[in-house]
């Protein structure tokens, strides 16, 4: 190679060959590496939507805190919901590297603009909700994140680590909701059974649409940014909950539930994926109600937002800012 290389298309080529050769070694991506404009546009647009719905995703969970049966649950809960605002960060965080401000972010969900988890646009109707969901949605959001902690972008696979570990407490204490139900009372019983029925169909739908109707997945695969198909990780979600509903005293339901011998995994009954589209397109039961509440939450918090600002702009004419307390 000489200095009287002229193309850029050339150097953009050798870029895109250390790309290349970094996906194809495993090798992770960091934000000051070249990648090619559509990977990065995937990404922000899988880690936003993924950010978004931790956010929102803290809204049906919320609506439980103040009815929670004792202070244990409420103590819980409230941590729960906390984690998933934290989830939230790191994920807007990792995002920002990819070039995107968070204003950008924001301003996107707040006018219905982007996707977030379609999970979230049900409500939760009794505190038997609150088993079903860590049990369900937690459990399905692990089993899609975990392969996520190798995506070939490192902020994203870090901020997965963490957020995994603290996503199978979230499934641990679900489960534990669910069982305590099930040992109780008839009518505790069915709540919990009932909570279930509501909560396995969006679960599933969670892992996206089917793999022929999943226009992301080749190149998010040959990225190395998801690892699995979207069908082939609903298929690992329904094998895992077989057992434990067993444990639990659940019934799945899905009557066409049943082991392929040949397969070696559950055959599923069909899925409605004519309710997934409709709440894609704004349509779920809880659509308007969680942007409304988004937005709201948003005005209230501007003066927060100046404040910090404000803050932030005297520290800085100040010079302060370096541990000691700046004087008034
Ligand atoms: N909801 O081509 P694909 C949680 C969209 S976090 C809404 O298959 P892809 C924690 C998709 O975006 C839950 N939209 O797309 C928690 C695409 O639209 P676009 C969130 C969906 O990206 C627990 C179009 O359909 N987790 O639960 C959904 O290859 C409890 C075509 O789909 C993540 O975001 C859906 N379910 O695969 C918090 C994980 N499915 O962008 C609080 C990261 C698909 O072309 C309480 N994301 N779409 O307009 C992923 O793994 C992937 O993005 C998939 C979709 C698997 C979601």
């Given at each position: 190679?000489?200095?009287?290389?002229?193309?850029?298309?050339?150097?953009?080529?050798?870029?895109?060959?250390?790309?290349?050769?970094?996906?194809?070694?495993?090798?992770?991506?960091?934000?000051?590496?070249?990648?090619?404009?559509?990977?990065?546009?995937?990404?922000?647009?899988?880690?936003?939507?993924?950010?978004?719905?931790?956010?929102?995703?803290?809204?049906?969970?919320?609506?439980?805190?103040?009815?929670?049966?004792?202070?244990?649950?409420?103590?819980?809960?409230?941590?729960?919901?906390?984690?998933?605002?934290?989830?939230?960060?790191?994920?807007?965080?990792?995002?920002?590297?990819?070039?995107?401000?968070?204003?950008?972010?924001?301003?996107?969900?707040?006018?219905?603009?982007?996707r977030?988890?379609s999970?979230?646009?049900?409500?939760?109707?009794?505190?038997?909700?609150?088993?079903?969901?860590?049990?369900?949605?937690?459990?399905?959001?692990?089993?899609?994140?975990?392969?996520?902690?190798?995506?070939?972008?490192?902020?994203?696979?870090?901020?997965?680590?963490?957020?995994?570990?603290?996503?199978?407490?979230?499934?641990?204490?679900?489960?534990?909701?669910?069982?305590?139900?099930?040992?109780?009372?008839?009518?505790?019983?069915?709540?919990?059974?009932?909570?279930?029925?509501?909560?396995?169909?969006?679960?599933l739908m969670m892992f996206g649409p089917p793999d022929d109707d999943s226009p992301n997945s080749a190149?998010?695969?040959?990225?190395?940014?998801?690892?699995?198909s979207n069908d082939?990780l609903r298929?690992?979600?329904?094998?895992?909950?077989?057992?434990?509903?067993?444990?639990?005293?659940?019934?799945?339901?899905?009557?066409?539930?049943?082991?392929?011998?040949?397969?070696?995994?559950?055959?599923?009954?069909?899925i409605d994926w004519t309710e997934f589209h409709e709440v894609l397109?704004?349509?779920?039961?809880?659509?308007?109600?969680?942007?409304?509440?988004?937005?709201?939450?948003?005005?209230?918090?501007?003066?927060?937002?100046?404040?910090?600002?404000?803050?932030?702009?005297?520290?800085?004419?100040?010079?302060?800012?370096?541990?000691?307390?700046?004087?008034?």
């Amino acid at each position: 190679m000489t200095t009287t290389q002229p193309a850029p298309a050339h150097e953009a080529s050798a870029e895109q060959q250390r790309f290349d050769e970094l996906i194809a070694s495993d090798s992770r991506v960091e934000p000051t590496d070249w990648m090619p404009d559509d990977y990065r546009r995937s990404l922000i647009r899988q880690m936003s939507q993924h950010a978004h719905s931790e956010i929102i995703g803290m809204q049906p969970e919320a609506n439980w805190i103040t009815r929670a049966p004792s202070l244990k649950r409420k103590a819980i809960l409230m941590a729960k919901v906390q984690d998933e605002a934290g989830h939230g960060l790191y994920l807007y965080s990792a995002t920002q590297t990819l070039g995107i401000t968070r204003d950008e972010m924001t301003e996107q969900l707040i006018t219905g603009r982007a996707r977030y988890s379609s999970i979230f646009n049900y409500p939760t109707l009794s505190w038997a909700d609150m088993g079903a969901i860590g049990w369900l949605v937690d459990g399905a959001a692990i089993c899609n994140q975990v392969p996520l902690c190798r995506a070939s972008f490192a902020p994203y696979g870090r901020a997965m680590v963490r957020i995994c570990k603290e996503e199978s407490f979230h499934q641990r204490q679900g489960f534990e909701i669910l069982l305590a139900l099930m040992r109780g009372t008839p009518e505790q019983q069915r709540m919990a059974q009932d909570a279930v029925d509501r909560w396995y169909w969006p679960s599933l739908m969670m892992f996206g649409p089917p793999d022929d109707d999943s226009p992301n997945s080749a190149r998010s695969m040959a990225w190395k940014i998801k690892r699995f198909s979207n069908d082939d990780l609903r298929q690992r979600f329904v094998g895992m909950l077989v057992p434990q509903a067993e444990v639990l005293g659940v019934t799945l339901p899905d009557p066409d539930l049943r082991w392929n011998e040949e397969r070696q995994a559950y055959d599923l009954g069909a899925i409605d994926w004519t309710e997934f589209h409709e709440v894609l397109s704004g349509r779920g039961p809880c659509n308007a109600q969680r942007l409304q509440r988004r937005r709201e939450a948003h005005e209230d918090g501007a003066w927060v937002r100046e404040a910090a600002a404000a803050y932030a702009a005297k520290q800085s004419a100040s010079g302060a800012g370096s541990g000691g307390e700046a004087a008034a």
